[in-house]
């Protein structure tokens, strides 16, 4: 009646197939029934679905926002309802801005980039503009994780001192047009994903998240911004060529399977930063990725260790697709990190190149 001040609809819609398979379709049409009547209105409508007999790419498909089915294993041990408002308030937290085109394939390149009038074109742009600098100047800052010695919280991987602080001295952006088609080409192949919200655990959403300033990112695929630590040579090196799978965990132990390796924290990614050679010597660099994580699936064991995280890895993420990026968190339960890991060199767009001093 008031639909001007309606943030939500809810609607219940009982299955009635049974065993036989056709609860999931009476589901959907109940959908379709409410969806005829609130879209005409001035609101924005929000389908949960809840089933033991549709999987998630099925009720995805079928027109809901939120599903809670019988194939998503994050759902196990919590009460339905609860995950259906955690969700929908996730849902409305992280809204799609009203300029957002989304990205598709053949798309045009991001309105800030100094595109050439090229048709083909690969630039390392200088960032300048004083709001940009401060958003990756945040972005060291904000994700910097202490421990209780003031210091970086370190793990085993750091070779070393802790450094207390991160200055940045310089930043680009890259503007490559063969990789952004290539990342936008594989995100218009994703459609609709489960709502990172939904499984990732006690952290919440990535760190990079709090940062203001940083670019529109697409959340319908799970698109996030996070780190990867290198040296300045190398950093040139994958900018233009993308990052090698096939090369995961030759500087460091896979923890987690062979893939790319990204952080939310600086201080994390910089465990694996390097110093550059002559006039870089004291410069260390970080590249601040897009990341499309898709559907993702939580682990607290090392892929080394668990004969079912290797199962994960091999067979359900290898083989059968069935999700696109390992969340390693390791935070929840020796409260160090959390590592993302994707499979797809098209799953990464490394668009800025972050070179910074530490302060020991």
């Keep these: 009646k008031n639909a001007e001040s309606v943030a939500a609809v809810v ?13 999931a379709m ?22 949960a679905l809840i089933s033991m007999s ?33 969700d929908l308030l996730a849902l409305f937290a ?6 957002y085109k989304g990205l598709t394939s053949g798309s045009s390149f991001p309105d800030y980039w100094s595109t050439p009038s090229a048709a083909e074109f690969a630039e390392n742009v ?39 602080n991160f200055h940045l001295a310089q930043a680009f952006r890259i503007e490559d047009s063969h990789l952004w088609l290539r990342y936008a ?41 996070l780190l990867h630590g290198t040296s300045p040579e190398a950093a040139n090196g994958i900018i233009h060529s993308g990052f090698r799978i096939d090369l995961a965990g030759s500087a460091t132990s896979a923890a987690f399977g062979r893939g790319a390796y990204f952080a939310e924290a600086s201080s994390k990614s910089d465990e694996y930063a390097k110093c550059g050679a002559n006039k870089l010597s004291d410069l260390y660099a ?22 079912s995280v290797q199962s994960l890895v091999d067979d359900d993420i290898l083989v059968h697709n069935h999700y696109q ?21 098209e799953q990464v767009y490394p668009e800025f190149i972050i070179l910074y001093r530490r302060e020991l």
């Design 11 to 23: 609607s219940s819609s009982m299955e009635s197939g049974g065993g036989d398979g056709n609860g």
């Design 26 to 47: 009476n589901g959907y049409d109940g959908f379709a029934r409410v969806r005829q009547l609130v879209e005409k209105q001035p609101c924005r409508p929000v389908f």
């Design 54 to 86: 549709a999987t998630a790419a099925e009720a995805y498909g079928g027109g809901a926002d939120i599903a809670i089915t019988k194939d998503n294993k994050s759902r196990e041990g919590f009460s339905m309802w609860d995950t259906v408002t955690e």
């Design 94 to 99: 992280a809204p799609l801005p009203t300029d």
């Design 126 to 164: 200088e960032i300048t503009d004083r709001p940009m600098k401060s958003a990756l100047e945040d972005v060291l800052a904000m994700t910097f994780k202490r421990g209780p010695n003031g210091k970086a919280f370190s793990t085993r991987d750091r070779v070393g001192p802790q450094p207390k």
């Design 185 to 225: 080409d594989y995100q218009s192949s994703l459609g609709k994903c489960v709502p990172f919200a939904s499984c990732c655990g006690p952290g919440g959403p990535p760190r990079t998240a709090a940062v203001r300033g940083l670019p529109t990112l697409n959340p319908a695929v799970n698109e996030a911004y």
């Design 286 to 307: 970080l590249l601040l990725c897009r990341v499309t994580l898709g559907q993702t699936i939580r682990v607290e064991k090392f892929y080394v260790d668990d004969a």
């Design 325 to 345: 990026c390992l969340l390693g968190d390791r935070e929840a339960v020796q409260g160090t990190y959390r590592e993302f890991v994707v499979f797809k060199q």
